[in-house]
């Protein structure tokens, strides 16, 4: 079975600055999905940014990077000019072929 | 074009009680499925279905049963509710047509059972 490991349950950054949240997985498959998924108070889950394993470059958008690396199976996500609206829990996710298993999530609190 | 709809919002059930949750999704997905959320656990899988008439067990399936008349309801079903079954539960829908399986989810319902 495929583990996803977050290891920060907690997370602060000033605004506009840069913040990096750790995410390492446990698989044998070779070609998969990791995802980052963003949970606000109002609870909604939002796909932050997507990464396919057989790509070697990594996934961006817009403030939002991820640093792939494969063989060490780690897949961390970089917030770059933080802003309040992004105080959320974020989970990390790898896509399993029926399904998606998630970490248990980081709390980022983005403080003025 | 709604999206992934979840009803009802919020429940309060008496322990032994029952109650079925609704999912619907209005963009003919064929995959569906069934998540709980407990405080530091992130999401875990309950059931799901990989098309209309189909339904298989998740990671933490006991207590819970499912079915999949129409493809685009997903319902899940508490029988005898426990207070262990207090959580958020979220439905999703995805499809392989998807880049990337990405995974639409619905806002959650909130249940407390006492």
């Known amino acids: 079975a495929q583990t996803v490991t977050q290891s920060q349950p907690e997370m602060s950054v000033q605004e506009a600055e840069t913040v990096t949240l750790s995410c390492t997985y446990d698989?044998?498959?070779?070609?998969?999905?990791l995802f980052w998924y963003k949970q606000p108070p109002s609870r909604q889950m939002i796909l932050v940014i997507r990464?396919?394993?057989?790509?070697?470059q990594n996934a961006t958008e817009n403030r939002f990077s991820v640093n792939f690396q494969k063989a060490a199976k780690s897949f961390s996500l970089k917030i770059s000019d933080s802003q309040l609206g992004d105080t959320a829990m974020y989970f990390c996710?790898?896509?399993?072929?029926?399904?998606?298993?998630f970490g248990k999530g980081t709390s980022l609190l983005v403080t003025p | 074009n709604a999206g992934v709809t979840q009803t009802p919002k919020f429940r309060v059930l008496k322990t032994g009680q029952s109650m079925t949750l609704l999912c619907a999704q209005d963009?003919?997905?064929?995959?569906m499925y069934w998540y709980r959320q407990d405080p530091g656990m992130g999401l875990r899988l309950i059931h799901y279905?990989?098309?209309?008439?189909?339904?298989a067990k998740g990671e933490v399936p006991d207590g819970y049963n499912v079915s999949r008349l129409k493809k685009q309801n997903f319902l899940l079903g508490l029988e005898s509710a426990a207070p262990s079954q207090t959580s958020v539960y979220f439905c999703?829908?995805?499809?392989?047509?998807?880049?990337?399986?990405?995974?639409?989810f619905g806002p959650g319902t909130r249940l407390t059972v006492t």
């Open positions: 999703a829908s995805t499809d392989s047509h998807l880049q990337g399986w990405e995974q639409y």
């Open positions: 698989t044998s498959e070779s070609n998969y999905y």
């Open positions: 963009m003919n997905h064929e995959y």
């Open positions: 279905s990989v098309g209309e008439g189909t339904t």
């Open positions: 990464q396919e394993a057989y790509k070697q």
């Open positions: 996710a790898f896509y399993s072929g029926y399904a998606l298993n």
